[in-house]
């Protein structure tokens, strides 16, 4: 099973951006989908993107449709979460999953990593 470890979080205001990273360890990421969820205080955690590894193809939730573009880089296996035009309510911890074979927003993830906190000032 594949180990994933997130980075990239931290204060940002209003409208700025932000690109969080997952990088993966002891196996390739190919075969995987590749979540990222948050979870920001007093919530339930939610979905936000996904990626499946080998298609390319990508799952957003409304709420970040338009401001949040997921991407991979083979040689490093890694996923990148580009954050673009960011509002207070983004503030959350982050996570990178990953699940082995094909996946959906719905689907259960096995690999998490520890999460980065994202903080969004007005």
């Known amino acids: 099973q594949v180990q994933v470890v997130e980075s990239g979080g931290g204060p940002v205001q209003a409208g700025g951006s932000l690109r969080l990273s997952c990088a993966g360890s002891g196996r390739s990421f190919t075969g995987y989908t590749i979540g990222w969820f948050r979870q920001a205080p007093g919530k339930e955690r939610e979905f936000v993107v996904l990626?499946?590894?080998?298609?390319?193809?990508?799952d957003y939730a409304d709420s970040v449709k338009g401001r949040f573009t997921i991407s991979r880089d083979n040689a490093k296996n890694a996923v990148y979460l580009q954050m673009s035009s960011l509002k207070p309510e983004d503030t959350a911890v982050y996570y990178c999953a990953a699940r082995l074979g094909s996946g959906s927003r719905y689907s259960s993830f096995g690999s998490w990593g520890q999460g980065t906190q994202v903080t969004v000032s007005s």
């Open positions: 990626i499946n590894w080998n298609s390319g193809r990508t």
